[in-house]
């Protein structure tokens, strides 16, 4: 399935356009974690341990959306947006959601 950011595939017409889908990954840091990531804000540098958790919930998110737009027949996903936040008590998950419109090309 081809997923782009772009609203048209140069070269592949869209034949039929089937709805908007979203993936939607919540998921936690552990304590440890924050723990690192403190350390690494206190003393500079990138937190790698966030960064796959980050890469992670990502990767879910998009295949969740893929999932649900192959469901409906179609083989591409156009103008996909991917959001992140931070919520629950201090902040200690990451959401990242994801969307666009299910095409057939």
């Given at each position: 399935m081809?997923l782009?950011t772009?609203?048209v595939i140069?070269?592949?017409p ?7 889908v ?33 890469r ?9 959306m ?7 027949g179609a083989?591409?996903i ?9 919520i ?7 959401m ?5 419109t299910?095409?057939r090309i």
């Amino acid at each position: 399935m081809l997923l782009t950011t772009t609203s048209v595939i140069e070269g592949q017409p869209v034949r039929e356009y089937l709805g908007v889908v979203t993936g939607e990954t919540i998921i936690g840091a552990n304590v440890f974690k924050d723990f690192l990531a403190g350390m690494r804000d206190f003393f500079g540098g990138r937190s790698g341990s966030y960064e796959k958790v980050l890469r992670e919930a990502k990767d879910t998110s998009l295949r969740e959306m893929e999932e649900r737009a192959r469901n409906i027949g179609a083989n591409a996903i156009v103008g996909i947006d991917i959001d992140y936040e931070t919520i629950g008590e201090g902040n200690s998950m990451i959401m990242v959601s994801c969307s666009g419109t299910a095409v057939r090309i």
